[in-house]
C-alpha cells in the first residue's frame, strides 16, 4: 500500500509538470540536487548537466575508449618538454547569440575559471597554468609551472565548456554556447525550454525543441518515464532492466562507465581523524553483496580507487571483506567497542537507499553501528554534502589525473572528504611531470594504492548506467554516458513506428 501511494504521489507530481505531449518535443528531468544555486553557468557547483551538455561545447571530448578528440579544436600538439600546448580552432562556428567563436573566448572561458572570484569546482584541474593566449583568432596557448604530458585529457572536462568573452556575468540564465540547442527559458524548479539550434557546426538538430523537467525524488522521475511523460531517464535502476526489455514500450541502454557512488567520512571529525578507523570500515564490507544488492551486479567492484575501469591508469587491487582486521583497526585505534556513525542519504539516487541498509548490516558485523539518516532530495547537494560528518556521494566520469586532484587534493573544491595527505599530492605532481608513459603509470597506481589504505571515501563499485529511452525515441546512441550527440537524436511518432 505504501508503494502505491508513493506512485500516486510522483506521478500527480509529474503531471502537474509535464505539458500536453507533443511529436516534436523530447522531454527529461533533472534532480534539482542543487537548489536555489541551479545554473547554466558550467563552472558553477550549480550548473544544471542535463542542460548544459546540449547548449555548449567543450575544446575536446572523449572517444569509446575515453581518450580526446576534437570538438571545438580541432588538433593540439606540446613543445618537447610538455611545458607548453597549443591548441588549434575549430573554423566558422558561431554562439547561439550570433557571435563568432574564436580564440579569445577560449582564454576568457579558461581566465575565468582560474579567477578564485569563481569559487569554480574546477579550479583545481587547472592549476598547473601559468599563462593563456592567442597568437592568433584560431590558435590558443597554455603554459604550464611544469611539464603535464596528459592535458588534452582535461579539455574534456564537462565543466569546461566555452562561453562567449565577456559573458560570465549572465551565463547562468543565459546559457549561451555553441551546442545544438538554445535556452529558451531557464526555469531548474519547473520545465527548462530548449529550441534547437539550426546554426549548429556540426548540423540542426533533428528535434525541434526540449523541455528539461525539476523532479527531485527519483521515483517520481522513474514513474513519469514509465507513464510516458518522459523520453529518456539515466537513472533506471537494473533490478527493472529485465522486466522493461520485455515491453516494446521502452528501449533499454546499458552503458559501462565510470561513474561512482560512494559513502563519505569527513577526514577531519573524529573518530574518521584516524586512518585506522577509515580503513576498518573498509575492511568490513563485502562489496560483491553489495553490488548485488544495490544494482544486482550492474558494475565493476572498486577498491576504493575513483579511476574508471577503463582508464588507463586504473589499479588492479583486491579488498576481500576481513571482518577480524576490521575489529583489530579498531580496537587499536582506541575503539575495542566500536563505533557510531550517521550516514546521510537521499532519494536523488535510487540505488543509495539500498546501498545504505546492506552497508549497515554488513559493517555492524565489525562493530560499526550506523545510523541512516534519510535527508531531503532538493537542496542535497548544498546542504548535506561536505556538510555533514558522513554521507552519500554520486561522481560522474573523469580522467585519473583529474578525479584524483578534484577528488583527494587538499586545496580542491572537490575533497568531500577533508582529506590532507602531503605524500599523496607528491605521487601526483611526480606523475605529472613524468613524460615516460610508463613510469607515469606506476605513480598513478601508487596513488590509488595510497587512497585505499588512508582515505575516508568508500567506493565499493564503479556503474553501469542503464539509459531508458521511450519507444519513439531513434539514434540516441552514446559513444559514452558523457558524450550523445544531440544533434543527431530523432523522434518518430507512433504511426510512423508502425508503418
Known sequence: MRLLITMTIAMTFVAQLVLAQSDSVFRQAHDVGKGDRSSLDPISQGRVLQVTEKIMNRLARPDSDGLPQPDLATEWYTNKDGTVWTIRLRDGVRFHDGSTFDASDVVYTFNRT??????SPAQSLLKMMTNIDAPDDL????????????????????????????????????????GPFMVEKFDPDGITQLVANPDYWEGAPYIERMEIIGVPDSQARLQAFLAGQLDMERGILP???RALSKSDRYIIQDIPTGNWSGFVFRT?????????????IRLAVDREELLKLALDGGGTIS????????????ATMSCPQDIGAARALLAEAGYPYGINVDLHISTIDQAWSAMAVAFQQQVAKAGI?????????DGYWTEIWKNKDGFATS???????????????SNANGNESYYRDPNFELMLLAARKELNFEARRHLYIRAQEHLADTSGTLIPFHR??????????????????????????????????VN
Open 239 to 241: 533490478l527493472l532492466r
Open 139 to 178: 590558435t590558443v596557448r597554455f603554459s604550464l609551472k611544469s611539464t603535464f604530458a596528459d592535458l588534452p585529457l582535461l579539455l574534456m572536462d564537462p565543466r569546461l565548456r566555452i562561453i562567449p568573452d565577456g559573458s560570465g556575468g549572465k551565463i547562468a540564465q543565459t546559457g549561451i554556447g555553441t
Open 395 to 409: 561522481w560522474s566520469a573523469r580522467p585519473a589525473d583529474q578525479v584524483l586532484n578534484e577528488a583527494y587534493h
Open 303 to 314: 577498491c576504493d580507487t575513483p579511476v574508471a575501469p577503463d582508464d588507463q591508469y586504473r
Open 114 to 119: 582560474l579567477d578564485p572570484a569563481t569559487n
Open 464 to 497: 553501469s548506467q542503464l539509459v531508458g529511452l521511450s519507444k519513439r525515441v531513434r539514434d540516441l546512441d552514446p559513444v559514452r554516458s558523457d558524450v550523445i550527440r544531440w544533434h543527431m537524436v530523432k523522434l518518430i511518432d507512433h504511426e510512423a513506428e
Open 369 to 377: 553501528n550506523v545510523n541512516i539518516v534519510k535527508a531531503s532530495a
Open 268 to 280: 577531519d571529525i573524529a573518530p574518521f581523524t584516524d586512518a585506522r578507523v577509515r580503513r576498518a
